[in-house]
């Protein structure tokens, strides 16, 4: 049995390239008592994963050339010895891009295909958790508010919007072209798009939602933090989930102007958070979004590619905002 | 009778003058229904006062050069055209800067001397309710965290770091020259104090809380709050209470960097208040503080100059850091 991995072989000096990567055959590991083997079925691309390989600390770890490339994936269990697993059994771990890998049994969560198993890597993963926790607990909202979504095609963006929807808020996305926007307003139900990369962005924002933003769901940073901020109403709350503009570069641009000023003077909440924390409430979420999903309520996307060798162009062209919804690697 | 005025005689350039101000004689203003006639006998020098002079819209309002300066004040009615006032009865109210004004009786507050009646302007004032609602309600604190203030020696500041002590947190001042710090620490109980004008200022800062900082009251903004969010702990909070750095200049300094990233990663709360939202509460604040200063708990300091005469020096020099505590005019 062969065991590809995508290696990081170079931290990226600028923006990201496929040559950061190279593809290597490795033994399969040896599995020692309490512990698994791993084959991967499915395994995520995401954005976040870029802010590591800045070679910086944040919360997703810094990694360091020569290694295999971390990720979320789903996994069948191909040996175990551990009394939690048996040889079959689906779990969800972070298998990395990479056809086997030996897990410890405690840092595998078992699941069931009770319904379509990419969504575990979706709606029912790291960024669905994200999309939820941040809305419903930091962004608290309230029906007739008005909702803006930075990065709203991305992988928690797309579903932020659907449960602001859910909710009875005004649902306006912020993305990069006229394809995505049209997907946004089309399949999705926003009210409005926006591109960023208009050269009216401000204008057309304002026009969007002349009214003012009561939160602002940021996965973005940068500008587009900037220029949400002064759109803020009173009593606004800012989600800061993400900094994806400040992820694919060595050089990123500045904090947004008006802190604390604005904060202030408009009572604005500007809370930042990470999924982690919410570990124990994650079962009781899943289960609420996968009745969603059931009852048709939302309609995550996942954005398949097939194949390993494919994930570093995948990922690549996600951090160009390539993506509409969580892009997820067929492996095995 | 004489009515003299302090006028906004043109809005400053750069930093405040005491020229930006005259004094003049005016009419006393007749009462109509509804109306009261109240002569001023103590007014408050605010730094908040400043942002407004900038001509731009805060929320303190935007006064033009021609009109009295704003200001709380304790009055004396002089004359009453309401049931709900007679001569003599004491009353808080927006008075100027000015001997005697006329006010409806709807935005008069009755008093009564139960305590130094300079309190009323200091820590049962608006800068004690901010400083009260700011810390207990945007700060959240627990018993144990370390409490970072900036322009801790100010008129809410200084207010904010007995709260802390009271309330057993670690406290520590930043405030701009040595005598302040050791009045913080000798006279009011704060546990360090450093000032931002050393050289070795972020040192210090983290030489006096290694541990971090859970919540970081700040009136300062600016490279303050820049240097003080970098040592923010995981789930701190930052309270956005002023940005007295940027008030006394027309060229405000940028944001602090780290934004969103840092909020992100370190799960930080930033959050702005006014203490208006909390008018409902200001009773039950009130009492609660009251007790506080009969019981000796906090000790709140109030800088009195005497005489109408000296307000614009009093507050060109309060912009500059001169003061301790909350500044008061003796006016009549």
Redesign the interface.
């Known amino acids: 049995m062969e065991n590809r991995q995508v290696i990081i072989d170079s931290l990226p000096e600028k923006r990201l390239m496929r040559e950061n990567f190279k593809i290597v055959s490795a033994e399969i590991p040896p599995v020692n008592e309490g512990e698994v083997l791993c084959r991967t079925k499915l395994v995520t691309i995401a954005a976040g994963s870029r802010a590591g390989l800045q070679g910086s600390?944040?919360?997703a770890g810094a990694p360091q050339a020569g290694v295999v490339m971390n990720a979320t994936g789903i996994c069948e269990i191909e040996a175990s010895k551990s009394e939690s697993f048996k040889k079959g059994d689906l779990v969800i771990c972070q298998s990395g891009w990479q056809d086997y890998s030996k897990q410890k049994a405690s840092q595998c969560k078992k699941i069931i295909e009770d319904i379509d198993l990419h969504h575990y890597l979706g709606a029912l993963g790291t960024n669905g958790l994200t999309a939820y926790f941040g809305f419903f607990q930091i962004g608290d909202p309230e029906p007739g508010e008005t909702v803006v979504i930075s990065a709203a095609a991305g992988s928690v963006g797309h579903l932020v919007g659907q449960f602001a929807k859910l909710k009875g808020c005004k649902t306006i996305g912020i993305t990069g072209d006229a394809l995505k926007c049209s997907q946004l307003t089309n399949r999705l139900g926003f009210d409005k798009a926006v591109s960023y990369r208009s050269q009216q962005f401000r204008g057309k924002l304002k026009e969007a939602c002349p009214e003012g933003i009561n939160i602002f769901f940021?996965n973005v940073?940068g500008d587009v933090?900037g220029t949400a901020l002064f759109r803020m109403k009173e009593h606004g709350r800012?989600v800061?989930?993400?900094?994806i503009s400040?992820y694919d570069t060595n050089e990123?641009s500045?904090?947004?102007?008006?802190?604390?000023?604005?904060?202030?003077?408009?009572?604005?909440?500007?809370?930042?958070?990470?999924v982690f924390?919410y570990e124990k409430e994650y079962s009781q979420a899943r289960e609420k979004i996968k009745e969603m999903i059931r009852k048709s309520e939302i309609d995550p996307i996942n954005d398949i590619f097939n194949g390993l060798e494919r994930a570093p162009e995948a990922f690549v062209d996600l951090l160009s905002g390539g993506n509409i919804g969580t892009r997820i690697i067929t492996v095995n």
Chains 1, 2 share one sequence.
Request: charged share 20%; net charge positive; hydrophobic share 35%.
């Open positions: 600390a944040s919360y940021d940073g933090l800012i800061c989930c993400g900094a400040q990123p500045g904090s947004p102007r008006g802190i604390p000023g604005l904060l202030v003077n408009k009572r604005i909440r500007m809370e930042g958070f990470l924390d």
